[in-house]
């Protein structure tokens, strides 16, 4: 649909006044072309001004209002710019940091000296090449991580996944060994790298109901206990290797999470192999305010219309994970207004991405669902 025409029948559902409408019009504008449009599941011949015509007709007249005010307010959307800017940061900000940190401590000098001292320059880079870097998921961005550090990271110390047969590892191994001249060198360091963290427990939770600790954390954990096993005694990582997490983009919520969560599992993590110690860091971390409140003057209208239109059908016994099973609110309560370039997180309000026909359901008439931003599904 042509842009302009799609703005005056969003003035239309609007009831603007033509005062209103070229206001509104002109901040539509410069947002769909500076961010909105390249959001990449909109359906084929549809942009962000037509989504929001669309999305705001399953609303009354007086519920638009509300509606409109929570996306021109509320909404928060983190462009490729801003992602690329972030994950440009992640060694410079942040792995070099740590490993100038690490070779200060071991000479006893100060970290401002490593990089002046060439001795403690050479320990630098021998130490970067004993870090290891390994996707999470497709969101780690590890091809923008190897092109963004050309001539500091090399091909083979950057993994797309943690799940690694035994070959992998003896290959990883086998060029550390080469490029450093060592047939004893081991991995010092591993990253773990993910876009996005919303509640954190997909990252590492406790199952009640199996009586056991699941997530990306205890898959990377059995990948190498099982690894180590397999290598007959030929170690991966020195005895005193240390496991960093990033995550470009968590909630304030998480970020307590998975420190809390780690903490409760080291029983279950015990084993002689298992890294000395766990770090994380954030490329940012969302503000404690962002998301939702219901009690909020400005938030709790809002929140009313993500009770009033829910259809039950997008709870799955994977969002019951999250451990709040209405999603009205997003995955966990999650409560967030927020878009990603790449797809919305279902830790995101469920009136911005869920897509049903709706139905009758567990006793209610439920009304049909349409996204503002319509979001990839990772489980049926």
């Known amino acids: ?15 603007w006044s033509d ?53 021109r307010r509320r909404l928060v959307y983190i462009g490729p710019g801003e992602m690329q800017r972030l994950v440009e940061q992640f060694h410079p900000k942040i792995v070099r940091d740590r490993l100038v940190q690490i070779i200060a401590a071991k000479r006893s000098i100060p970290a401002y000296r490593v990089l002046a001292d060439s001795e403690a320059r050479a320990d630098e880079e021998r130490l970067r090449r004993q870090t290891l870097f390994m996707g999470l998921s497709d969101g780690a961005r590890i091809d923008i991580v190897r092109h963004s550090n050309t001539g500091f990271l090399t091909n083979e110390q950057l993994v797309l996944a943690t799940q690694l047969d035994k070959e992998k590892w003896q290959d990883l191994l086998q060029n550390l060994r080469s490029d450093l001249k060592d047939q004893n060198a081991c991995f010092r360091l591993v990253y773990l790298i993910d876009d996005f963290a919303g509640t954190g427990t997909s990252f590492l939770r406790y199952d009640k109901e199996k009586a056991k600790w699941k997530g990306k954390l205890i898959r990377f954990f059995e990948s190498v206990t099982s690894a180590v096993g397999a290598l007959s005694g030929d170690h991966i ?48 971390v969302l503000p404690e305010e962002l998301p939702l409140n219901a009690a909020s ?35 966990g309560g999650g409560a967030l207004p927020l878009v990603f370039e790449h797809n919305t997180p279902n830790n995101s309000v469920a009136l911005l991405w869920a897509e049903t026909n709706g139905g009758d359901r567990q006793e209610i008439s439920a009304p049909p669902m349409r996204p503002l931003f319509r979001r990839r599904q990772r489980h049926a």
């Not at 420190?259 to 279950?268: E, G, L, M, N, R």
Request: aromatic content about 14%; glycine content about 6%.
């Open 1 to 15: 649909m042509n842009q302009d025409l799609a703005l005056r029948v969003l003035g239309e559902i609007m009831a």
């Open 19 to 71: 005062d209103q409408a070229r206001e509104e019009f002109k901040w539509l504008r410069l947002m769909a072309r500076l961010k909105y449009d390249g959001y990449r599941d909109f359906q084929a011949g549809m942009r962000f001004v037509e989504s929001l015509a669309t999305w705001l007709q399953q609303f009354t007249s007086e519920e638009r209002k509300t509606a409109y005010g929570f996306v």
């Open 237 to 284: 990582f020195t005895p005193d290797w240390e496991l960093c997490v990033h995550h470009y983009v968590a909630s304030a919520a998480a970020v307590r999470s998975i420190d809390v969560s780690q903490k409760a599992a080291q029983t279950a993590l015990a084993h002689k192999e298992w890294a000395k110690n766990v770090y994380f860091s954030f490329g940012t």
């Open 297 to 331: 003057d400005c938030d709790k209208a809002f929140v009313r219309l993500t009770e009033k239109y829910y259809d039950p059908i997008i709870r799955t016994k994977h969002t019951d994970v999250g451990g709040v099973p209405h999603m009205g609110l997003g995955y």
